[in-house]
């Protein structure tokens, strides 16, 4: 009966050092979380992997916030900046980014750019025909336009 119960305390022991040496989520006191680090830089930090955030509906035009920054001010619940993605066709799976930005907290987020899924990109247009499509004004030093030379 001691051998059995020594042993059990052996391999709990075993078993305590291996996933305690080997574990990968850390929670240190300052409150950050670390994912594969001990030293986070930040209130969340991945090191060696990707973040997947799985809170989109497949539906026609249905849009998700992915990132966001909000103001930290009791009185004003907004978001401050988001970045979301967008579904576009929900049957052929075709996904796009939209960026929201805000002027004041009285205003809301506004859409201000979008990347659809075939590539193209609209600034204050949400169905850019083109590969960049502006609506406003725009202010350059210089413009070339080059007719030849281009892939079809």
Known sequence: MK???????????ACFLCVKSYAQNIFPATGSVGIGTATPLAKVEIDGGNLLVK???????SSAVMVAQA???????????????ITENA??????????????????????????????????????ATKLAVNGTITTKEVVVQTSGWPD
Do not use: W
């Open 71 to 85: 103001i930290q001010n009791a009185g004003h619940a907004t978001f401050g900046t988001s970045i979301r993605s």
């Open 55 to 61: 809170n989109l509906l497949n539906a026609n035009d």
């Open 91 to 128: 049957g052929a799976n075709i996904y796009g980014m939209q960026f929201f930005t805000q002027a004041s907290y009285l205003t809301g987020q506004t859409e201000k750019l979008r990347i659809l899924g075939n590539g193209n990109v609209g600034i204050g247009i949400t169905t850019p």
């Open 3 to 13: 051998r059995m119960y020594l042993f059990s305390l052996c391999f709990f022991l």
